[in-house]
Each structure stands twice: as structure tokens, then as C-alpha cells.
């Protein structure tokens, strides 16, 4: 009975915290960090994308880049081929001569490196410009996305900008649940950012200078890891400059970069367990705690609901927590979405919310036990 009241006072003081967290940096979430009115297009951008077995993306992602409102003399855009098993490098180099840019380059990795991270890593070395962006290859950007890299570089001085992402959905659970879920880890980052404590980025929206990449490339900072430069990059970078301002979330409508959702739950398990894994290399202070309170506080829901199979009478008790959740979540949301004005099912949002608990908790258990799978490769690490 001890142990029992101790996890009820236990999740009685996280779900306090969760709520409390998310009110502060509600205030936040709506702060736009840019100039939008500055007409500031002096800056040459280097956009950097690595793909591997994405023909079915490819011809979006180019479409996006060929709308892009910006001076074309003042941006480049390299694609890296991470060794792909398909066509991809073939559909590559066709919608390039298609679509009529002089100013896209694609390379490809030699035999002796694969993965992510060298790819970007070559991609860099590649480049002509000292501002980079990078996004994915199975995402399209907003037409005014350089605009709003531009400006915010301008405007604040950052040295690490991190931008919105949004998933599509087609309606079903496992896609909205993905793009709510999605919404609310975006949106919980671009706040902390912009309250000066940046606790999580995505390398499909972000931007940076190329001589703070160089430096931290060099540092061997997250080297053991098979992903999350992104993170890493991020938290050098803070280290590196101690400013409110080195880390930047560009909270504007321009800056978005859709991408798209998995496509069933062993792929997002798998995409998850991915990015579980590298948490173990984090060093900042402020993301161990933040991630650690929220993760307790997931893990010691799962904990609970499993005591009810053992005593029927603490039902009672989970529902008051969960919907307190809700209602929370719920409040949260509708905050973040007056920016992204997606669609909500309400039913979808309750089963989320319900959900994402169980989810994350198995996410939890299994990144220690699990390998992952990364577009055909086996993954340990």
C-alpha cells in the first residue's frame, strides 16, 4: 500500500508539472521571432538534402524547391545519394534537367561511408555558402521558406535556427495520431526556444552557419550515434555562443515544411525507437530534465493503469489523471493550431491522448532492447 501511495503522490506531482510546463511556455508559442516586413535577401543559402530510396518523394520535394520565392542567384541546393537501392539517383538527375534549376547539384557517397550523417556531412563539404538549410527528402517546403531563414538571420543574429514541421494526414487514426503528436513535440521545442532553453530540433526544418558545423563536425560531439546531428548540432552550438539568442525557433507560417507520416505502426515504432536511441548521448541539463519529467510521467501512467489489473478500485484515479491530460493537451493545442490551422477529430485527439502514454512508454522499454531499421539498414546503437 506504501508503494501504491507513493506512485499516486508521484503522478499527482508530474501531471502538476506537465500542466505547468505547458502554461509557461504557452506564452511563448505564438511569438513571432522574425522581421517579416524586412526585405533582407542578401544572403546566399546553401540547401543541403540527403536521400536514400525516395523515388516516390523526390518529384514533391522538387516542385517545392522549383516555387521557391527567392533570388536564384543567391541559393544552391545539393542532394546527396546515401547508396540508394532503387532509382532514386536516376529520378534525381531527371527532375533536375525537368525542372529547369541551374542551381542543383547531386552527389553521391563513395563506397567507403553511408548513413545520414556523412551524407549531410559531404553535402556541406560541397557547398559554396556559409548560411545552410537542410529539410528531407520526403518533405516540400513553403515557397517563402529562404524569406524567412533569411529574415530571422537578419533580424536576431542566430546561429541555429529551427523551424516548424507538420505532418499530412489522410484522415485515419494512425495518421493523425502522428500528426498530433507531431504537432504538440514541434510546438513544446519551438516554445522552450523561444523562452531560451532549446531542448529539441529536426533536422527537416532547420538552418545554420557553416563554420559552426565545421567546429562542432570536428568536436566529434554525438559521433557514436547513428543519428541526431540535429540535436547535437544544437546543443554545441548553445554551448559554443551562451546566448538567448544562438538558438532560434522562426515561429511564422513561411517557414513551414510539410512532411509526411509513417505508414503504419511498425514504421512509426521503428522511426521512434530511432530517435529514443540517441537520447542517451544527451549532455544538456535542460533537455535530461525536460525529457526525463515527461518520460517519468508517461512510464508512471503505464505503471499505474497495469496496478489496476491487481486493484480495481484505483480505475478511479487513472481517469482523473487522464483527463486532467486531456483537458491540458487539449488547451495546449488549440493554442499552438492558430499558426497551423490543421483539422482536429476530437475523437482521434481523446484516443491520442489516451494512448500516447502506453505508446511511449513501450517506445521507452524497447530503444534498450531494440535495433532499428533505417531505410533497409540495421541499426545497433
Request: some cysteine.
Amino acid at each position: 500500500m506504501i508503494i501504491v501511495n507513493c506512485i499516486i503522490l508521484l503522478l499527482i506531482g508530474l501531471s502538476l508539472s506537465y500542466a505547468t510546463y505547458l502554461f509557461i511556455i504557452c506564452n511563448f508559442v505564438n511569438r513571432n521571432s522574425i522581421n517579416t516586413d524586412a526585405n533582407l535577401l542578401n544572403r546566399n543559402i546553401s540547401i543541403i538534402v540527403a536521400f536514400r530510396n525516395e523515388v516516390n518523394n523526390l518529384p514533391h520535394l522538387f516542385e517545392s524547391f522549383s516555387k521557391l520565392n527567392y533570388p536564384i542567384d543567391k541559393f544552391e541546393v545539393i542532394l546527396v545519394n546515401d547508396h540508394s537501392s532503387d532509382n532514386s539517383y536516376e529520378i534525381a538527375k531527371n527532375l533536375q534537367k525537368q525542372c529547369g534549376l541551374n542551381n542543383i547539384k547531386i552527389i553521391s557517397l563513395s563506397n567507403d561511408f553511408q548513413g545520414k550523417k556523412n551524407a549531410i556531412n559531404l553535402g556541406i563539404a560541397n557547398s559554396k555558402y556559409e548560411v545552410i538549410a537542410t529539410t528531407d527528402a520526403d518533405c516540400m517546403v513553403n515557397e517563402m521558406w529562404l524569406r524567412s531563414i533569411a529574415q530571422s538571420i537578419a533580424t536576431n543574429k542566430n546561429r541555429f535556427i529551427s523551424m516548424p514541421v507538420i505532418l499530412e494526414s489522410n484522415g485515419s487514426f494512425i495518421q493523425n495520431f502522428q500528426q498530433i503528436d507531431f504537432l504538440m513535440l514541434n510546438s513544446i521545442g519551438g516554445a522552450s526556444m523561444l523562452a531560451g532553453l532549446p531542448i529539441m530540433s529536426n533536422a527537416a526544418n532547420m538552418a545554420f552557419y557553416k563554420s559552426d558545423y565545421i567546429q562542432f563536425h570536428s568536436s566529434l560531439i554525438g559521433s557514436d550515434s547513428e543519428s541526431g546531428d540535429d540535436m547535437f548540432l544544437m546543443f554545441y552550438i548553445k554551448k559554443l555562443y551562451h546566448s538567448k539568442n544562438s538558438c532560434m525557433f522562426v515561429n511564422s507560417a513561411n517557414a513551414i515544411v510539410v512532411s509526411k507520416p509513417q505508414i503504419n505502426f511498425s514504421e512509426l515504432i521503428n522511426q521512434r525507437i530511432r530517435w529514443s536511441k540517441k537520447a542517451k548521448y544527451y549532455k544538456d541539463l535542460n533537455t535530461i530534465i525536460v525529457g526525463g519529467l515527461l518520460g517519468a510521467f508517461h512510464f508512471l501512467i503505464t505503471l499505474y493503469s497495469l496496478m489496476i489489473l491487481f486493484n480495481s478500485s484505483l480505475i478511479l484515479g487513472l481517469l482523473i489523471v487522464l483527463l486532467f491530460k486531456l483537458i491540458v493537451e487539449i488547451i495546449f493545442y488549440h493554442t499552438i493550431n492558430k499558426l497551423y490551422h490543421l483539422k482536429v477529430n476530437y475523437i482521434d485527439f481523446i484516443l491520442s491522448s489516451i494512448f500516447y502514454s502506453y505508446f511511449t512508454s513501450y517506445i521507452m522499454v524497447s530503444s534498450i532492447f531494440s535495433s532499428f531499421n533505417w531505410k533497409g539498414r540495421v541499426i545497433k546503437n
